[in-house]
């Protein structure tokens, strides 16, 4: 039976053309693997490729990178399950798909409209658990982070000039233009002085910085749960919403602390024997 709700979570925005081409996909890939219907499976690798581009199986990875790309994954599914009131996670995987190497994905449980100041929070401090996980197990970060640090910039960046969400700088829409060819800012000019485009930098900073050290937090504080899942992962590539509640069972939701001025802190609820030594 084909699951229509998890499909629908799993496609925020699409236009109906975009769920055509999923539909399309399901049926090529049920026809190449000689079933008659299309099931969850197909469904499942169609919204994978359309989002994310198909499968590069013939890209080679030295062991050294599948197991970096594997503990990466690992720590953004960690962290993603410690934060308070963040999605649920969906899928983790270290298959490649278009230019990525492996992703992780939490699904909302009902469609969002708004989102809040604590959710983007938890989506910069996700974004950042892959780091945090290299530089725990590895110490020497690599180039795989480059696409969770331009989201994560983009988040922090939006609180502060479009949203308003922090304490320096306030409740007020600070227009930046878009950025054009060469850098160059059109469609609107810099509304403010140079002293308040420091704050805003300095405020940009802050807001990455303390996601940093949350997610740095959390996967030290649950390493052995990080090299679980990250041994599933090398064992399995692919795993799924129950295979990730198996392994980070045993991991409880962070407490929030408000730690002032826009700042979050968190702590654990409990203190368990899966601290790093």
Request: hydrophobic share 40%.
């Amino acid at each position: 039976e084909i699951n229509l709700e998890t499909v629908a979570r799993r496609t925020p925005g699409f236009t109906g053309a975009d769920l055509a081409n999923v539909l399309n996909e399901a049926t090529l890939l049920a026809t190449r693997r000689d079933k008659k219907l299309v099931s969850n499976a197909e469904l499942e690798d169609a919204v994978d490729k359309v989002m994310a581009g198909p499968e590069r199986r013939g890209s080679v990875l030295t062991p050294i990178e599948r197991e970096v790309v594997a503990y990466h994954e690992a720590g953004h599914a960690l962290v993603g399950w410690a934060l308070p009131g963040a999605d649920p996670l969906h899928k983790v995987t270290i298959i490649p798909r278009g230019q990525a190497l492996g992703y992780t994905q939490a699904l909302p449980a009902e469609e969002r409209r708004l989102i809040h100041r604590s959710q983007l929070w938890n989506q910069m401090a996700m974004l950042a658990g892959g780091r945090a996980a290299e530089d725990l197990v590895f110490g020497d970060p690599t180039t795989g982070a480059s696409n969770d640090l331009e989201k994560a910039t983009d988040i922090a960046r939006q609180m502060v000039t479009r949203f308003g969400m922090t304490d320096a700088l306030g409740f007020m829409r600070l227009n930046e233009g878009e950025q054009g060819f060469l850098g160059q800012t059109v469609g609107g000019q810099q509304s403010y002085s140079d002293g308040t485009a420091t704050a805003i930098d300095a405020e940009v900073r802050r807001l990455l910085d303390n996601s940093q050290q949350e997610a740095d937090t959390i996967v030290a504080a649950h390493r052995k749960a990080l090299e679980a899942m990250a041994a599933e992962l090398l064992e399995k590539e692919t795993l799924d919403a129950d295979d990730i509640a198996r392994l980070l069972s045993a991991v409880p939701k962070w407490r929030r602390k408000d730690g002032g001025n826009g700042v979050l802190r968190r702590s654990p609820e409990a203190v368990d024997d899966d601290a790093a030594a």
